[in-house]
């Protein structure tokens, strides 16, 4: 059985009920009740552009709402998760320090099967019904866990490779034939160090393709026999890492450290979790103009993120009034634009008014941009368990190596 420290002290931990908090269903009341409000949004801080989105969004319910916005910048979500933890270790049950959560996976699973979430709230938002989620059932699925309300859907997210067209003349078009390709082209292939997502991507990726049979890692992992799910996935790997960048002895960080491999002309082929962040990075002179997008040909892994809201938040109102805000089809739009910053929409068009639609219309995805009908199959993020399992896995086999 795999248990992370954090889960483990969970576990530990009894269960209170929250205290009184602004009702959902009576809006007008929300939105007095957040005027004035600071709002203190945990949320990773990984890319300036999305720092500089989270303070574009500051401005805007600042003018709006009255709400001050503060960006409490985290290099892992788990981070808030620990301090809310904490907080109801110490007893705090009324006035925790963080008020909305930048959140999914395996960290709202935690949070939602021990009580530290406030909710249901989330459909009752005013623009909920534009994520039309009665044929949307991602918006109510967290990594094959029911939101059941207890989080906002905000952003959309999809796994894509981008090369240099200049440097590779066919890309591969799956994990064998990427292995075949990086025997052919030592070092010039490499993915972001595991536990950050975008390295957990790339193993989940590589561990849904492989597999004989994949229903079993839509089931919680003790459930299964993971030395033998798993067989292939490592045996991939050990093949693959001594022909990656730096011969598999480093990974960089995160997407933005695997982005300047990619712009100094390091790596020929990357990763992305997002479908335009290509085309975002050669507008903003960070690649070159030969990159482009691809998808592997079975399908390649995508997901939503949502906001969360703490069972003893100080400023519940602000933080839904907030959530709400970026739900909005301009604050979606902005956010789909890959100069902004490239993060997909979880907005239906089809419930959208004409010209809300249009703000849409007129973003230019950009040239590295793959089309929606080129995206493939969508593949769903295997349950949460397997992602505590899989990085224990990972780092005991290949830290320090």
Do not use: C
């Not at 409490?72 to 109801?88: F, H, I, M, N, W």
């Not at 991507?201 to 492989?210: D, G, K, R, V």
């Amino acid at each position: 059985m795999f248990r992370s420290p954090l889960l483990l002290a969970l576990g530990l931990v009894g269960l209170t009920s929250a205290h009184a908090a602004p009702d959902p269903h009576d809006w007008e009341a929300v939105l007095d009740e957040a005027r004035g409000q600071q709002v203190f949004w945990y949320a990773w801080a990984g890319e300036e552009r999305i720092n500089d989105y989270i303070q574009w969004t500051a401005d805007r319910v600042a003018e709006r709402y009255d709400i001050t916005l503060t960006h409490v910048k985290l290099g892992d979500t788990a981070e808030a998760v620990s301090r809310v933890l904490a907080e109801r270790q110490a007893g705090n049950d009324e006035r925790g320090n963080v008020d909305l959560i930048w959140i999914n996976g395996e960290n709202f699973a935690t949070m939602k099967a021990n009580d530290l979430l406030f909710g249901p709230w989330s459909e009752q938002l005013p623009h909920y019904p534009l994520t039309d989620p009665e044929n949307t059932p991602a918006v109510r699925y967290d990594w094959t866990i029911p939101v059941d309300g207890l989080e906002s859907p905000w952003s959309s997210s999809q796994v894509v490779f981008y090369y240099d067209t200049a440097l590779v003349d066919d890309h591969p078009r799956s994990m064998p034939e990427l292995l075949d390709w990086a025997r052919a082209n030592p070092g010039d292939f490499t993915y972001a160090r595991v536990p950050n997502f975008l390295g957990n991507a790339f193993i989940t990726q590589a561990m849904l393709e492989l597999a004989e049979e994949t229903a079993p890692f839509y089931a919680p992992v003790e459930e299964s026999d993971f030395d033998a799910l798993t067989a292939p996935l490592w045996d991939f790997l050990d093949a693959l890492h001594p022909h990656l960048w730096r011969g598999g002895r480093a990974f960089p960080a995160n997407s933005a450290e695997l982005r300047r491999l990619m712009g100094d002309g390091e790596i020929a082929i990357g990763l992305s979790f997002s479908t335009t962040e290509a085309s975002g990075a050669i507008a903003n002179f960070e690649l070159p103009e030969t990159v482009r997008s691809y998808v592997h040909d079975d399908g390649m892994i995508g997901n939503l993120s949502f906001l969360a809201i703490p069972y003893n938040a100080q400023h519940k109102a602000g933080a839904m009034v907030v959530a709400d805000f970026l739900l909005s089809p301009e604050a979606q739009a902005r956010k789909q634009d890959p100069v902004i910053w490239g993060s997909g929409t979880v907005l239906a068009m089809e419930r959208l008014e004409e010209d809300e639609r249009a703000r849409f219309s007129q973003i230019d995805l950009g040239i590295a941009t793959l089309p929606p009908e080129a995206l493939g199959e969508l593949l769903g993020q295997p349950h949460p368990s397997w992602v505590d399992a899989l990085e224990a896995a990972w780092q005991r086999r290949y830290v320090g190596q």
